[in-house]
């Protein structure tokens, strides 16, 4: 007969359990109807941990940043491509759903419109805008936020298949209407060490009295032609990992 585990705050139960991965079950607000998978056309929205780049930081430190705050919601994108308007979460293109939280801030706060409208402005064929949307029924709405809000954090052009750089892209997002995730700074050099960057991403929330979840860095002066014009990292809080909120 085999003994019985002592179950202690911090004992490692995976293999008594046999769990292998834990994936969180997906809010209904957020789940809806796939019609296929993230759009080839564009880029997925994860960006790189600072604990990665480790080799390449000293490179890193010879350019220019701007600070902004990884929000703690869900990611999304918005599309026109062909001349289609279309909604992904972080992995799949999603039927129109007026129960969906992507898709009812999408018509709530009428973006196909904006989108085509600065199209047309600006003689794009495609475009795509990623943000993390927040709010109601998102990670238990730690910005205390009544209703739905997207923050918007890159654009993108689907036909070139590159980003737009920074500075323009947040210019541009106001002229639509829309918000960008909170700036920390707008021009900056990376601290000495990985240490202290990390260190760099605690503090707390521009959106709500909380610890902010981490920052994302956007270079601004590296070679164009690199990542398709977009050189960026996330440098997560560590206090918001071990869930020091208060």
Same mark, same amino acid.
């Given at each position: 007969?085999?003994q019985?585990?002592?179950i202690k705050?911090?004992?490692d139960v995976?293999?008594v359990?046999?769990v292998?991965?834990?994936?969180p079950?997906?809010p209904?607000?957020?789940?809806?109807?796939?019609?296929?998978?993230?759009?080839?056309?564009?880029?997925k929205?994860d960006?790189e941990?600072i604990?990665?780049l480790i080799d390449?930081?000293?490179?890193y430190?010879?350019y220019?940043?701007i600070?902004?705050e990884k929000?703690?919601?869900s990611?999304?994108?918005?599309?026109v491509?062909?001349?289609?308007?279309g909604v992904?979460?972080?992995?799949l293109?999603l039927?129109?759903?007026?129960k969906n939280?992507?898709?009812k801030?999408a018509r709530?706060n009428?973006?196909e419109e904006? /989108?085509? @409208?600065?199209?047309?402005?600006?003689?794009? #064929?495609?475009l $795509?805008?990623?943000?993390?949307?927040?709010?109601? *029924?998102?990670?238990?709405?730690?910005?205390?936020l009544?209703?739905?809000d997207?923050?918007?954090?890159? /654009?993108f @052009?689907p036909t070139?298949?590159?980003?737009f #750089?920074y500075p $323009?892209?947040?210019?541009?997002?106001?002229?639509? *209407?829309?918000k960008t995730?909170?700036i920390?700074?707008?021009?900056?050099?990376?601290?000495?060490?990985v240490?202290?960057?990390?260190?760099?991403?605690?503090?707390?929330?521009?959106l709500?009295?909380t610890?902010?979840?981490?920052?994302?860095?956007?270079?601004?002066?590296a070679?164009?032609?690199?990542?398709?014009g977009?050189l960026?990292?996330?440098?997560?809080s560590?206090?918001?990992?071990l869930?020091?909120?208060?």
């Amino acid at each position: 007969m085999k003994q019985l585990l002592e179950i202690k705050p911090g004992v490692d139960v995976t293999e008594v359990l046999g769990v292998i991965k834990y994936i969180p079950q997906i809010p209904a607000c957020l789940s809806g109807t796939a019609l296929g998978g993230f759009p080839s056309h564009s880029i997925k929205t994860d960006e790189e941990r600072i604990q990665n780049l480790i080799d390449v930081y000293e490179e890193y430190k010879q350019y220019t940043w701007i600070a902004t705050e990884k929000l703690d919601g869900s990611s999304d994108t918005y599309f026109v491509y062909e001349d289609k308007f279309g909604v992904s979460s972080r992995n799949l293109t999603l039927k129109e759903n007026d129960k969906n939280s992507f898709w009812k801030f999408a018509r709530d706060n009428d973006v196909e419109e904006k /989108m085509r @409208d600065y199209m047309e402005a600006c003689k794009l #064929d495609a475009l $795509t805008l990623q943000g993390e949307l927040i709010g109601n *029924g998102i990670q238990k709405n730690k910005y205390k936020l009544d209703g739905l809000d997207v923050r918007f954090f890159r /654009m993108f @052009d689907p036909t070139k298949y590159e980003f737009f #750089d920074y500075p $323009t892209f947040i210019e541009d997002i106001k002229k639509m *209407g829309l918000k960008t995730v909170p700036i920390i700074c707008e021009s900056m050099k990376l601290p000495d060490t990985v240490e202290e960057c990390i260190a760099f991403a605690d503090g707390r929330s521009q959106l709500y009295d909380t610890a902010r979840e981490g920052v994302v860095f956007v270079a601004l002066d590296a070679p164009i032609d690199r990542y398709q014009g977009r050189l960026s990292f996330k440098a997560l809080s560590n206090k918001f990992i071990l869930k020091h909120n208060e």
